[in-house]
């Protein structure tokens, strides 16, 4: 259910709303709160901090519609507003969008436009809340935290998470781009990082469609690490649709007749998952680390442009789904004795 806060100092519009979304306020669809100016809707937040979005006018007594956004985005940034006024001219538009509004309606209120604009916000609502919840859940690509993220996220939060680690059972993927390091040296710096960054775009969603993460970028290359069912499964699945992908690419280096392939190795098994850094400078990564994870980063160094190399534990159960075929043994670096390799090929 959407929680609704609307300001507005015509009290006739509380009757109005009521009667235009009565089915909708039945049915738990939507839940209104109502104030009479921008003071009394930001006690009004406070009491609910769960409301989603605010439809508020400009011309209000105490406080005005476009203080009331300047204080939304301090007291709640995830709170989006829809400004609903009879001044419309560019000049309260423009103000009201600089001040964070998510969208701008006119009076006499229409509200069919209404619905479909509040329907919009909520949307966008709900996505920022559910990536804010995944990031916090470290279930997808962390590449960047932003200033909303850092305002949900109080000291006390930050502080407990630097404790938290735990073994897992899951699989690491090691992902490289094979000759990147010597187009590196040729390339000039804007092809270079447009090339690179669109790579790790193919091979990103690649992983993220498998329902794995990637835990870092590490040059040219890719680390990811799938957990929970099939963990195994759905890491080769992710290999091969990243294999597939990378070889239809056109070259687009110029000269250079770069054309782009990956090496990649996987390991399966448990590993330490915590957050890994230096508390003083607050960087801190939260990531995997073992012998799983090292192996894996092995294999990946012993696979030729185009190979997916895994490991004989994880080939014994994968053999019936996957069609692999054995390499061989090749002595990897800490390692006592051989390691039995196999290639998966489909």
């Known amino acids: 259910m959407a929680k609704i806060l609307v300001a507005d100092d015509e009290t006739d519009l509380e ?23 921008g003071h009394e809707a930001l006690e009004k937040i406070q009491q609910n901090p769960d409301v989603d979005i605010v439809l508020s006018d400009i011309n209000m007594p105490v406080m005005d519609g476009l203080t009331l956004l300047t204080k939304l985005s301090e007291l709640s940034p995830l709170i989006k507003s829809v ?17 964070g509004a998510f969208d701008f ?3 006499p209120i229409n509200f069919d436009d209404l619905e479909l604009t509040m329907k919009k916000t909520i949307h966008h609502v709900a996505q920022l809340r559910e990536t804010l919840k995944a990031i916090k859940e470290n279930n997808i690509l962390r590449m960047y935290v932003d200033e909303t993220v850092l305002k949900f996220m109080n000291r006390r939060e930050y502080e407990s998470s630097l404790m938290l680690n735990e073994t897992v059972e899951g699989t690491v993927v090691f992902m490289d781009i094979c000759g990147f390091t010597s187009l590196s040296e040729k390339a000039s710096p804007d092809v270079v990082v447009s090339l ?3 790579y790790f775009d193919v091979m990103v969603k690649e992983i993220i469609s498998q329902n794995g993460y990637v835990d870092k970028f590490m040059g040219d290359a890719i680390m990811a690490v799938f957990r929970g069912q ?13 294999k597939a992908q990378i070889e239809k690419l056109p070259n687009e280096s110029g000269d250079l007749f770069f054309s782009p392939n990956v090496a ?13 850094g230096s508390a003083n400078l607050r960087r801190l990564d939260y990531t995997v680390i073992g012998d799983v994870v090292n192996t894996a980063q092995r294999l990946q160094s012993a696979a030729s442009p185009g190979q997916i190399i895994i490991s004989e534990a994880a080939y014994l159960q994968v053999k019936e789904s996957f069609h692999c075929v054995r390499v061989g043994e090749v002595s990897l670096k800490h390692k006592a004795n051989p390691v039995t390799l196999y290639e998966v090929k489909d």
Do not use: C, P, W
Not at 84 to 91: R, T
Not at 230 to 242: C, M, Q, T
Not at 264 to 276: A, D, K, L
């Open 264 to 276: 990649i190795g996987i390991n399966t098994g448990e590993m330490i998952s915590g957050n890994i």
């Open 15 to 37: 009757i109005l709303i009521k009667q235009k979304f009565r089915k909708q306020i039945r049915e738990n669809q939507y839940e209104f709160i109502f104030a009479i100016n």
């Open 105 to 107: 309606l006119t009076k």
């Open 196 to 198: 690179l960054n669109k």
């Open 230 to 242: 099939y963990h195994l499964d759905r890491a080769i699945e992710a290999s091969l649709g990243v």
């Open 83 to 99: 400004i609903v006024s009879a001044y419309g001219d560019m000049e309260n538009i423009r103000t009201a969008m600089n001040r």
